[in-house]
């Protein structure tokens, strides 16, 4: 009788300390995961890229991928170096101060971002030709 009760508890107590133990691990993780994220977003907000280096970094994006990936690449590090949030529409984004002097490129990657597949080369040229005069 007695081991017929020890047997029936091996089990739940098995689980309990494994969950236990997988609960410690989530704790112990979690915090680093989310102060590593916020490291790498604060280093962007900061500026560590200078204006005209952005230009160039995204123009060479953009001639090295020529796709929708690459455009949306280099469209939200722009919006993000100017302190818009993923939920933003592009009314919002040129409302903001300091995105005015940066219009013709913002317009220029929402038209690539946005457009048909049939259009996109044509978008895309429009985009570098942009980022190609704004960066001098």
Do not use: K, N, Y
Not at 46 to 58: L, M, R, T, W
Not at 108 to 136: I, N, P, Y
Request: aromatic content about 4%; charged content about 20%; proline content about 3%.
């Amino acid at each position: 009788m007695a081991l017929g009760l020890a047997e029936s508890l091996v089990f739940p107590l098995v689980a309990l300390f494994g969950a236990g133990s997988l609960g410690a691990v989530l704790v112990v993780v979690a915090p680093h995961r989310q102060a590593r994220r916020i490291a790498r977003h604060d280093c962007r907000e900061q500026g560590v890229c200078a204006p005209h280096a952005f230009e160039s970094d995204a123009l060479a994006v953009l001639r090295r991928q020529q796709d929708r990936a690459s455009i949306a690449l280099v469209r939200r590090a722009l919006w993000t170096r100017i302190g818009a949030g993923s939920t933003d529409t592009l009314h919002d984004v040129l409302a903001l101060p300091g995105a005015s002097e940066l219009r013709d490129m913002l317009v220029a990657l929402e038209r690539a971002a946005f457009t048909s597949d049939g259009d996109l080369q044509d978008a895309l040229m429009a985009a570098c030709s942009t980022f190609e005069r704004v960066g001098r």
